[in-house]
Structure formats: structure tokens, C-alpha cells
């Protein structure tokens, strides 16, 4: 098994969190975003949006962080992080959706003006930033009324669904409005708690 990605990258750490999750480990390819080889022919060649992660297996070759971790958990032995409960299943892909549609897009408008941007000696736009904090603060005020009765997003166990959350939570957390995690008690445990796990931890070193 062969993955290409970066280990700073938000969809990368979604795949090594859940190879970490299952105890595997792939052969790690990695795409250096800062020179662009993300947009290079050999790599667009593999995947036609030029981002990464992509991932090869067995003569399967995909794309998309989130159809990724799917896959692994479907094929790899060790634990399960899909739940086998209808109810709780059904949770675990309501908690991806929301990620994909309402938290990350927020979350990543402030970590790109407040992160990257000034590692790259540019002004953040805080229109942006503004947009990103309401954003962020309506998805997670949901994430914590549901958190207050449930140890994790689709229920009592781990599932994709955390694993979606995290590497958002992990850059928002390490800017100026990571109080938009610390604020929200139940988002607060529940954040300390998955981000304690050896597998994360492996992730982000
Ligand atoms: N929907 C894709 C998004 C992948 C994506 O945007 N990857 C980012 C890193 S997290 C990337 O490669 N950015 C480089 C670029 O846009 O050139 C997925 O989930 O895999």
C-alpha cells in the first residue's frame, strides 16, 4: 500500500490518523506542496485535482480523504471505526457531512489567514477570519449540544467521523480563536480526549 500526501495536510492526516487507528502502516510518498508537485504532470497523472492524499492498493488507485479512510477501515483488520449500529452509523456519516459542509470550510478560512498566511510574511484578510469565526462557532455549538450526552460524534465509540474532525480542530486550536474549541465544554473534553490517543499523537509528532 502506497500513500501520497504531506504530513502537514489536513486530508494526509485523515489517512495516517486512521492507518494508525488500525495499526498499518503504507509505504509514505510525499508530495512537497510548497514546490507545487502536487500540480506536477507525473503527479496530476494519478490525481486529476492536483491535491493530495492519493492512495495505491492492490491495483486500486483513489482519491479523496474521506472515501479513503472508508476503504482502510472496510479492508484492514484491527479495530472497527464504523460503527455496526444502524443508529450509530447513520450518526457517523450525518458527523462527516457536517464537517465537510459547515466546520472545515470555516474552520480552514481562519487557520489560512492566521497560519499560513503569516508564515508566508502575508496580511490576513479578517473579513475572511469573521466569516470563519461565525462559521465555525455555529457548527460547533451543534458538535457540543451532541457531545453533551455522547463520549464521541456518532455515539460512545471512536469512529471516522472524530477522525474528520481533528486535524480542523488540531490548526484552529493553534490559532487566535482557539477558543471556539476551549469555550464549549463538551467540545473541550471531548477534543482533549481524541487528541490524547496514541495514534494522533503519532501524527502530529
Ligand atoms: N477533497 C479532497 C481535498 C484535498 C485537498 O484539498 N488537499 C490539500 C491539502 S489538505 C492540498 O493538496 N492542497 C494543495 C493544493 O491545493 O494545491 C480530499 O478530501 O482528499
Same mark, same amino acid.
Given at each position: 500500500?502506497?500513500l501520497?500526501?504531506?504530513?502537514?495536510?489536513?486530508?494526509?492526516?485523515?489517512?495516517?490518523?486512521?492507518?494508525?487507528?488500525?495499526? !498499518? #502502516?503504507?509505504?509514505?510518498? /510525499?508530495i +512537497?506542496?510548497?514546490?507545487?508537485?502536487?500540480?506536477?504532470? #507525473?503527479?496530476m497523472?494519478?490525481?486529476?485535482f492536483?491535491v493530495?492524499?492519493y492512495?495505491?492498493? +492492490?491495483?486500486l488507485?483513489?482519491?479523496?480523504?474521506?472515501?479513503i479512510?472508508?476503504y482502510?477501515?472496510?479492508?484492514?483488520?484491527?479495530? *472497527?471505526?464504523?460503527?455496526? +449500529?444502524?443508529?450509530? /452509523?447513520?450518526?457517523?456519516?450525518?458527523?462527516i457531512?457536517?464537517? !465537510?459542509?459547515?466546520?472545515s470550510?470555516n474552520?480552514?478560512?481562519?487557520?489560512?489567514?492566521?497560519?499560513? *498566511?503569516?508564515?508566508?510574511?502575508?496580511t490576513?484578510d479578517?473579513? *475572511?477570519?469573521?466569516k470563519?469565526?461565525d462559521?465555525?462557532?455555529?457548527a /460547533? +455549538?451543534?458538535?457540543?449540544?451532541a /457531545?453533551?450526552?455522547?463520549?464521541?460524534?456518532?455515539?460512545?465509540?471512536f469512529?471516522?467521523?472524530d477522525?474528520?474532525w481533528m486535524?480542523?480542530?488540531?490548526y484552529?486550536?493553534a490559532?487566535p480563536?482557539g477558543?471556539l474549541?476551549? #469555550?464549549r465544554?463538551h467540545?473541550?473534553?471531548?477534543w482533549?480526549?481524541?487528541?490524547?490517543?496514541?495514534?494522533?499523537?503519532?501524527?502530529?509528532?
Open positions: 500500500m502506497k501520497y500526501g504531506n504530513p502537514m495536510s489536513t486530508c494526509t492526516r485523515k489517512v495516517l490518523t486512521t492507518l494508525a487507528e488500525k495499526g !498499518h #502502516e503504507a509505504q509514505f510518498v /510525499l +512537497d506542496l510548497a514546490k507545487g508537485q502536487q500540480k506536477s504532470p #507525473e503527479y497523472a494519478k490525481q486529476p492536483g493530495v492524499p492512495l495505491e492498493d +492492490d491495483g488507485s483513489m482519491y479523496e480523504s474521506r472515501a479512510i472508508r482502510l477501515d472496510a479492508k484492514l483488520a484491527g479495530p *472497527k471505526l464504523t460503527p455496526s +449500529d444502524l443508529p450509530s /452509523l447513520a450518526r457517523m456519516e450525518q458527523w457531512s457536517i464537517e !465537510h459542509s459547515y466546520f470550510p474552520a480552514m478560512g481562519i487557520v489560512m489567514e492566521l497560519f499560513f *498566511k503569516p508564515m508566508r510574511g502575508l490576513p479578517m473579513d *475572511k477570519v469573521n470563519g469565526r462559521g465555525s462557532a455555529r /460547533l +455549538d451543534v458538535a457540543d449540544r /457531545l453533551m450526552s455522547q463520549a464521541h460524534l456518532a455515539g460512545d465509540k469512529s471516522l467521523a477522525i474528520c486535524p480542523y480542530l488540531q484552529l486550536s490559532t480563536h477558543n474549541i476551549t #469555550e465544554p467540545v473541550k473534553s471531548w482533549q480526549r481524541i487528541s490524547t490517543r496514541p495514534s494522533w499523537k503519532k501524527v502530529v509528532g
